[in-house]
């Protein structure tokens, strides 16, 4: 049997030899311990089937709480109040007998669960933590003063959180789905109605608004005219997807990421999870960050850089992506070309028009690079629990760029707008890396 993350880091723990009486220092300073606890989030998100669009706004809340409370501690890096849009100061901290790192793993707890969980899905996790404390003896009065603080600070972020017009999405009214031509309607197996349609009035935390990138206008709509733009695109997805290499196969399942996929079996209808998009990166900036060696408050600023900028590049897609409203391949392949095709990967309830994935791939590229650098090579590890062989790569922007790729030859993108959205995704994480000073 498996044993959870938490099971594992506690069973760990008490059999260290010896333990000294400062050994929590050693315990809380790991930042191995801070990727672990992120991924612990992770499986909370992909447990509860929450789409890839909420889940980035739960890990940047959660990634800039611990970051707040790690500059504290640390005087390499600054706070990000003025820099993120209306973030305030954290009110003036007591520090004294406080262990930072513990305090920051809390507050991403904390805040993680808070933003968009229901009350307590952290808390085994949390108690793992405290567990720890008391194991490598940390003295009661800094354990206290730890927890006060990442309350302190986690409370703080929860108010700037509340203010981002998320509230206000949840009743909204919902997208109007018409019958006009070339415009997105939702597709088999689910025929779910568009996910977050009013995603664009999110406050932004980088961008100034989220037009700030507007994409060129999609291909016009023309599935008359075989030498048209928009029907070359089309076809190039159904030839692509009726031939596929086993190597493309690969690429196209590993960046899959649908977060809750609709598996249908003759009457037999089931749901398989997986990460979600952000969640994928969020798993990537664990891998860099271990193969740099990254130190703890490198690791977590490295998280919350990736978390702000996959962030901001959601609300940049989505804005475009519910105005141009662009109906997806299997749709106009299966009305004009071939009613029996279907697309390699299940196509997600949304408007294809940008890309998502290759977007927020991009963007979270160029923040990693911004951290690890150019040229850094890894191996991509994330998916091996679902049963998909590693990739490796000699950039973060190499990723980036196989994702446009994936999302093509899985036939629920067109190839132009792959490209589009990875320069677009590109711009967002520049702009993130160009105004978010962390290091002094």
Same mark, same amino acid.
């Given at each position: 049997?498996?044993?959870?993350?938490?099971?594992?880091?506690?069973?760990?723990?008490?059999?260290?030899?010896?333990?000294?009486?400062? +050994?929590?220092? $050693?315990?809380?300073?790991?930042?191995?311990?801070f990727?672990?606890?992120?991924? =612990?989030?992770?499986?909370?998100? /992909?447990?509860?089937?929450?789409?890839?669009?909420?889940?980035?706004?739960?890990?940047?809340? #959660?990634?800039?709480?611990?970051?707040?409370? &790690?500059?504290?501690?640390?005087?390499?890096?600054?706070?990000?109040?003025? +820099?993120?849009?209306?973030?305030?100061?954290?009110?003036a901290q007591?520090?004294?007998d406080?262990?930072?790192?513990?305090?920051?793993?809390?507050?991403?707890?904390?805040?993680?669960? #808070?933003?968009t969980?229901?009350?307590?899905?952290?808390?085994?996790?949390i108690?793992?933590l405290?567990s /720890?404390?008391?194991?490598?003896?940390?003295?009661?009065?800094?354990?206290? #003063?730890?927890?006060?603080?990442a309350?302190?600070?986690?409370n703080?972020?929860?108010? *700037?959180?509340?203010?981002?017009?998320?509230?206000?999405t949840?009743?909204? %009214?919902k997208?109007?789905?018409?019958n006009e =031509?070339?415009?997105w309607?939702?597709t088999?197996?689910?025929?779910? +109605?568009?996910?977050e349609p009013? *995603?664009?009035v999110?406050?932004? &935390?980088?961008?100034?608004s989220?037009? +700030?990138?507007?994409?060129?206008?999609p291909?016009v709509?023309?599935?008359? $005219?075989?030498?048209?733009?928009?029907?070359?695109?089309?076809?190039?997805v159904k030839? #692509?997807? !009726?031939?596929?290499?086993d =190597?493309?196969?690969?690429?196209?399942?590993? *960046?899959?990421?649908?977060?809750?996929?609709?598996?249908?079996?003759?009457?037999?209808?089931?749901?398989t999870?997986? @990460?979600?998009p952000?969640?994928? *990166? /969020?798993?990537?900036?664990?891998?860099?960050?271990?193969?740099?060696?990254?130190?703890?408050?490198?690791?977590?600023?490295?998280?919350?850089?990736?978390?702000?900028?996959?962030?901001?590049?959601?609300?940049?897609c989505w804005?475009?992506?519910?105005?141009?409203?662009?109906?997806?391949? %299997?749709?106009?392949?299966?009305?004009?070309?071939d009613?029996?095709?279907?697309?390699?990967?299940?196509?997600?309830?949304?408007?294809?028009?940008t890309?998502?994935?290759?977007?927020?791939?991009?963007s979270?590229?160029?923040?990693?690079?911004?951290?690890?650098? !150019?040229?850094?090579?890894?191996?991509?590890?994330?998916e091996?629990?679902f049963?998909?062989? $590693?990739?490796? @790569?000699?950039?973060?922007?190499?990723?980036?760029? =196989?994702? $446009?790729?994936?999302?093509?030859?899985?036939?629920?993108?067109y190839h132009?707008?792959?490209?589009?959205?990875?320069?677009?995704?590109?711009?967002?994480?520049t702009?993130v890396? %160009?105004?978010?000073?962390?290091?002094?």
């Amino acid at each position: 049997m498996k044993l959870p993350i938490a099971a594992i880091i506690l069973y760990t723990l008490f059999l260290l030899p010896g333990c000294s009486s400062t +050994q929590y220092k $050693n315990n809380f300073n790991d930042p191995l311990l801070f990727s672990k606890t992120v991924k =612990e989030l992770n499986n909370v998100v /992909m447990q509860n089937g929450f789409p890839p669009i909420i889940a980035s706004r739960n890990y940047a809340y #959660a990634a800039v709480a611990a970051y707040e409370t &790690m500059v504290l501690g640390d005087n390499r890096f600054q706070s990000l109040a003025g +820099q993120i849009k209306h973030l305030p100061p954290i009110p003036a901290q007591d520090t004294t007998d406080v262990n930072l790192q513990y305090a920051s793993l809390l507050a991403f707890c904390k805040v993680g669960e #808070a933003v968009t969980f229901p009350k307590g899905s952290m808390k085994e996790y949390i108690s793992m933590l405290d567990s /720890m404390a008391d194991a490598g003896n940390m003295p009661a009065a800094m354990k206290e #003063a730890s927890k006060r603080l990442a309350d302190s600070v986690s409370n703080h972020i929860l108010r *700037w959180s509340k203010k981002d017009n998320y509230a206000e999405t949840r009743t909204a %009214e919902k997208y109007n789905v018409t019958n006009e =031509e070339g415009r997105w309607v939702p597709t088999a197996p689910a025929y779910a +109605q568009a996910l977050e349609p009013h *995603w664009n009035v999110i406050r932004t &935390m980088v961008m100034d608004s989220a037009s +700030q990138f507007t994409p060129p206008r999609p291909p016009v709509f023309d599935m008359k $005219n075989k030498d048209s733009k928009f029907y070359k695109e089309v076809l190039a997805v159904k030839n #692509a997807g !009726d031939s596929l290499t086993d =190597e493309q196969k690969h690429i196209a399942e590993f *960046w899959d990421d649908l977060g809750t996929r609709m598996n249908v079996e003759g009457h037999v209808m089931f749901v398989t999870k997986k @990460f979600s998009p952000p969640g994928h *990166w /969020m798993n990537i900036v664990g891998i860099a960050a271990k193969k740099a060696g990254a130190d703890f408050s490198t690791t977590v600023s490295a998280y919350a850089k990736t978390a702000i900028a996959v962030f901001d590049a959601f609300i940049q897609c989505w804005d475009e992506k519910f105005r141009s409203n662009v109906l997806r391949p %299997e749709t106009a392949i299966n009305k004009y070309i071939d009613d029996e095709w279907r697309p390699y990967l299940q196509t997600p309830p949304f408007p294809e028009y940008t890309c998502g994935h290759s977007t927020v791939s991009s963007s979270a590229a160029e923040a990693l690079t911004d951290v690890f650098g !150019d040229n850094f090579n890894y191996t991509d590890t994330s998916e091996l629990e679902f049963g998909i062989k $590693n990739r490796s @790569f000699t950039s973060f922007r190499q990723a980036a760029i =196989e994702n $446009n790729w994936a999302r093509f030859y899985g036939g629920i993108h067109y190839h132009n707008s792959c490209i589009i959205s990875t320069e677009y995704g590109r711009k967002v994480g520049t702009l993130v890396n %160009e105004k978010l000073k962390m290091k002094k």
